[in-house]
């Protein structure tokens, strides 16, 4: 091999082990990128089942509002559970999107579709009867379906939860947040769900009772919880400034007030609250468990657009480093071939031709002086002598070669 080649292939080997580690660099960046979007789609997901399960407490409020009601129902889409109902609908259709989107599991929200409309069906039957008319039961079996589709909603946002999760591991923890505080949400709406049963009249059965009493229990537990979880984090701002709200009006002004009906059903004396105020109350004491859950939300979906942009960034570097490796590969293969390989080649050419005793043979020498430059002007005396040995000879050719 000449020795041109040689040099080539060695600085080949070398910018193809640098491109090599480039593009592992680039690969690497690019599962970044491609777990960022992933977990991002996730986290769409997540949030969107959340909000669909919020939706159906408030279903099953407007639901209680009508079977509260002495006189029939109003059917109409513009009635309170016509409108609870579309927007309902509207957050299905949405997760299903969003579930869809992620490559995650939609069965659950069509049970969950399919028990509403079964609920639905039999509801608008029972309310559409003055309430000295309707079945004793229809409240609670619209309660008790309520919480079935509810279980299929959480199950479609746990699936939702392990795939982002799954994706990007650090935002494990505001996740782990807003499913807390949609617990705590849904735990205090299904305990409001079975006061609400004794605000209408209905006495409370001692099941009933005791989910209560249990629900009560959990809601200070899960309260605990998001507590402990927005410390771990390191009290962000935005996490502790929701944290308080929710502290200051459902823990330390709804509490009390849920604790003091739920004391009046046990002893079964009359309720502190009156019905009306009642509905018009809970449902928006409840949805202050929603602030923690949709700031802890927020809080993941802004670590997930840093985590995206910096997997971007990296991905940009990789390829510019890429780039900038080929490029100088390219660059330095070019100098080499007009410092060394072109002029080496020239230089053989011409030894060759000079050792066959071809004195005519030009000899360029390079404009920069080096090794080559000094050899071609070496040649060029040699080349020289010769003909001045082969005038003195009167003509007679003149071979250099060895002895």
Same mark, same amino acid.
């Given at each position: 091999m000449s020795i041109s080649r040689t040099i080539l292939s060695g600085l080949g080997a070398l910018a193809v082990l640098a491109i090599l580690l480039a593009g592992v660099t680039a690969i690497a960046s690019i599962r970044q990128v491609a777990g960022a979007l992933d977990a991002?789609?996730?986290?769409?997901?997540?949030?969107?089942?959340? @909000?669909?399960?919020?939706?159906?407490? *408030?279903?099953?409020?407007? #639901?209680?509002?009508?079977?509260?009601s002495e006189e029939p129902a109003d059917p109409s889409a513009s009635s309170p559970v016509g409108k609870a109902q579309s927007a309902t609908d509207a957050a299905l259709a949405t997760a299903r999107e969003s579930l869809a989107a992620g490559g995650i599991d939609t069965v659950p929200l069509s049970r969950?579709?399919?028990i509403l409309t079964e609920m639905r069906a039999n509801a608008r039957a029972a309310t559409a009867q003055a309430k000295s008319l309707r079945p004793a039961e229809g409240?609670?079996?619209?309660? %008790?379906?309520?919480?079935?589709?509810?279980?299929?909603?959480?199950?479609?946002? %746990?699936?939702?939860?392990?795939?982002?999760?799954?994706?990007?591991s650090a935002l494990t923890v505001p996740l782990q947040i807003a499913a807390m505080a949609q %617990?705590?949400?849904?735990?205090?709406?299904?305990?409001?769900? $079975?006061l609400s049963l004794y605000e209408s009249g209905q006495p409370l059965d001692a099941k009933r009772l005791v989910s209560a009493i249990e629900d009560t229990g959990q809601i200070a537990t899960l #309260?605990?919880?998001?507590?402990?979880?927005?410390?771990?984090?390191g009290s962000p701002p935005g996490l502790a &400034?929701? +944290?308080?709200?929710? &502290?200051?009006?459902?823990?330390?002004?709804? &509490?009390?007030?849920?604790?003091?009906?739920l004391d009046a059903a046990r002893s079964g004396a009359p309720s502190?609250?009156?019905?009306?105020? #009642?509905? !018009? #109350?809970?449902?928006?004491m409840l949805n202050n468990a929603l602030i923690m859950r949709d700031k802890a939300i927020d809080t993941a979906a802004e670590m997930n657009r840093q985590t995206l942009d910096h997997a971007w960034w990296q991905l940009e570097l990789s390829l510019g480093a890429l780039a900038v490796v080929a490029g100088i590969?390219? +660059?330095?293969? +070019?100098?080499?071939?007009?410092?060394?390989?072109?002029?080496?080649?020239?230089?053989?050419?011409?030894?060759?031709?000079?050792?066959?005793?071809?004195?005519?043979?030009? $000899?360029?020498?390079?404009?920069? @002086?080096?090794?080559?430059?000094?050899?071609? *002007?070496?040649?060029?005396?040699?080349? !020289?002598?010769?003909r001045q040995a082969r005038a003195a000879g009167h003509g007679k050719p003149t071979t250099l070669s060895p002895g």
């Open positions: 991002g789609r996730g986290l769409s997901a997540y949030a969107d089942t959340l @909000k669909l399960g919020a939706l159906l407490a *408030s279903e099953r409020s407007a #639901w209680n509002g009508a079977f509260s969950a579709a399919s409240n609670a079996r619209m309660q %008790d379906a309520i919480a079935a589709a509810s279980g299929m909603v959480n199950s479609a946002a %746990d699936l939702a939860f392990r795939h982002t999760a799954t994706a990007d %617990d705590l949400r849904s735990t205090a709406g299904m305990r409001s769900a $079975i #309260w605990r919880l998001q507590i402990q979880a927005v410390a771990n984090m &400034e929701a +944290l308080s709200t929710v &502290e200051r009006t459902l823990m330390q002004e709804g &509490e009390p007030r849920y604790q003091a009906v502190p609250i009156d019905n009306a105020t #009642w509905r !018009d #109350w809970t449902t928006p590969t390219a +660059l330095v293969a +070019l100098v080499l071939s007009r410092r060394i390989t072109r002029p080496v080649e020239c230089l053989t050419d011409a030894i060759t031709r000079l050792a066959d005793g071809d004195l005519d043979v030009p $000899i360029v020498v390079p404009r920069v @002086k080096d090794e080559i430059g000094a050899i071609a *002007s070496a040649l060029i005396v040699l080349r !020289d002598h010769a």
